[in-house]
């Protein structure tokens, strides 16, 4: 089953690029790994997807290498509104009873500093 | 359109006393999810629904929980007999079919106070 671990935390300026790393090394064959942004008292929101190699949306950029042990969840030029706890998650199916988990990471609070 | 919507938003309950959460998913979504996150903590799967179908059960904390979904629609999460270790904010989220290439839409949470 999937672990996944995050840095705790991460301080930033606004205008820098961040980037945030999840890890899952034991990743099943079929998962897809996404990442969620949460604001304090809401729900988590999706920024961006990614099965392999990179992928870009207008928000972000998501990194994830050859072995998929790990994804990298990359933020450009970031803003005082960016601070936000971020979260990767991964869906691991449990191939004794072809049902699935899904397990969220443990989340970096991102700080971004004036 | 509307998003996934989650009743109540705040419940403060006695020790003992059974507790209903009810999820409205976003129409057309045939996967619904339930989620626990304590106070400052991550986001633990609790389970999952494919239409009115829960196959797996096994990630809810005890048996004093249970959930049902009817209709492929509202579900409702039932904790009985509450404790204060259930006092959490209770997510729900949905998204168009089952599996993880599919994002899933989160509902703004129940806080659960057990006093």
């Known amino acids: 089953l999937a672990k996944t671990t995050q840095p705790i935390s991460m301080d930033s300026y606004e205008g820098q690029e961040v980037n945030i790393t999840c890890s899952h090394n034991n990743i099943a064959t079929n998962d897809y790994i996404t990442w969620y942004q949460q604001f304090p008292s809401q729900g988590p929101r999706f920024i961006i997807q990614g099965y392999k190699t990179k992928v870009t949306n207008e928000v972000a950029s998501l990194f994830i290498p050859a072995d998929r042990k790990s994804s990298t969840l990359s933020l450009p030029r970031v803003s005082l509104s960016d601070t936000a706890v971020y979260y990767c998650?991964?869906?691991?199916?449990?191939?004794?009873?072809?049902?699935?988990?899904?397990?969220f990471g443990t989340g970096t609070r991102l700080k971004v500093l004036a | 359109g509307a998003g996934v919507s989650q009743s109540p938003s705040n419940k403060v309950t006695e020790k003992g006393k059974d507790v209903e959460l009810r999820c409205d998913p976003i129409s057309g979504h045939t996967a619904l999810y339930w989620y626990r996150q304590s106070l400052g903590q991550g986001l633990e799967f609790l389970i999952y629904f494919q239409g009115n179908s829960a196959p797996d059960k096994s990630g809810l904390p005890s048996d004093r929980f249970s959930a049902e979904r009817t209709g492929g629609s509202v579900s409702t999460l039932t904790i009985q007999r509450t404790q204060q270790e259930d006092s959490a904010v209770y997510l729900c989220?949905?998204?168009?079919?089952?599996?993880?290439?599919?994002?899933?839409?989160f509902g703004p949470g129940t806080r659960l106070t057990v006093t």
């Open positions: 989220a949905s998204s168009p079919s089952q599996g993880s290439n599919y994002e899933q839409y």
């Open positions: 998650l991964v869906g691991a199916l449990l191939l004794t009873s072809g049902t699935y988990k899904y397990i």
